[in-house]
């Protein structure tokens, strides 16, 4: 068997850490302590807003790039037209259809 019982563990520490020596030594925080812990926590929660942004940018630009290609695709006809008078003449004016005019 075991000869490390958790059961027996446990008082054992317990009765050590009582007959432990009080320590002496000056526990007040070192000066500026308080400041640099205020510090760090206002940083942190910044931190997690920019890892926001940084983690949603790259997926925002990729959805940009597919609308700017679908556009593309969408409108790939308009594109093609050259600017002679012949093609600008048989266009249907849309102005004029919608006041009736010909």
Do not use: C, K
Request: aromatic share 8%; hydrophobic share 50%.
């Amino acid at each position: 068997m075991n000869s490390h019982d958790s059961r027996q563990i446990w008082p054992r520490l317990t009765a050590l850490a009582r007959r432990a020596p009080a320590e002496t030594l000056d526990v007040s925080a070192p000066m500026g302590f308080a400041t640099r812990v205020a510090a760090l926590a206002f940083e942190e929660s910044e931190r997690r807003v920019a890892s926001l942004f940084e983690l949603l940018a790259p997926r925002a630009l990729w959805v940009a790039a597919a609308l700017v290609i679908a556009s593309v695709l969408v409108n790939y006809s308009s594109f093609g037209l050259t600017n002679s008078s012949e093609d600008i003449e048989t266009l249907d004016d849309p102005v004029a259809m919608l006041f009736g005019q010909s």
